[in-house]
């Protein structure tokens, strides 16, 4: 199911449609399973070695999932702490999707867990993150 964050200003780097600059990633929700997904294929430009994917690119996917899952289950929330752990590197035209689900609520705090692997199912990243409720939808 794809989600409407009408709220939002539709300027974020990541998935705001009036950003010129930004990615424009649509996410898709899986009630059943508490999944928040996007695919990327991440441009030659935003490589740090030489054909690899600078982290900071994956960092900010990764952060933005699990943003989108917290949105998705009812909160708004804001990232308190970011921890990635970098498995295998990210090509540039290589087709890779990121997914986010929330692993626990403890009052205000959300425990959310991301990863990202190519279409072959191969993680190249793995994240948890705590996020902080602001309010509730």
Known sequence: ????????????????????KGLKLDFIYDKKSGITKTNVVFKEYMQGYEGIIHGGFISMLLDEVMAKACLNAGYIAVTGRLNIKFIKPVSPGEDV??????????????????WCEDKKSVKKAEAESTFIILSEK
Request: net charge positive; aromatic share 10%; proline share 3%.
């Open 1 to 20: 199911m794809k989600i409407d964050y009408s709220t939002d200003d539709n300027k974020c780097f990541v998935c705001g449609k009036e950003n010129p």
């Open 97 to 114: 999707s990121f997914y986010g689900k929330i692993d626990t609520v403890k009052g205000r705090a959300i425990k959310v867990l991301a």
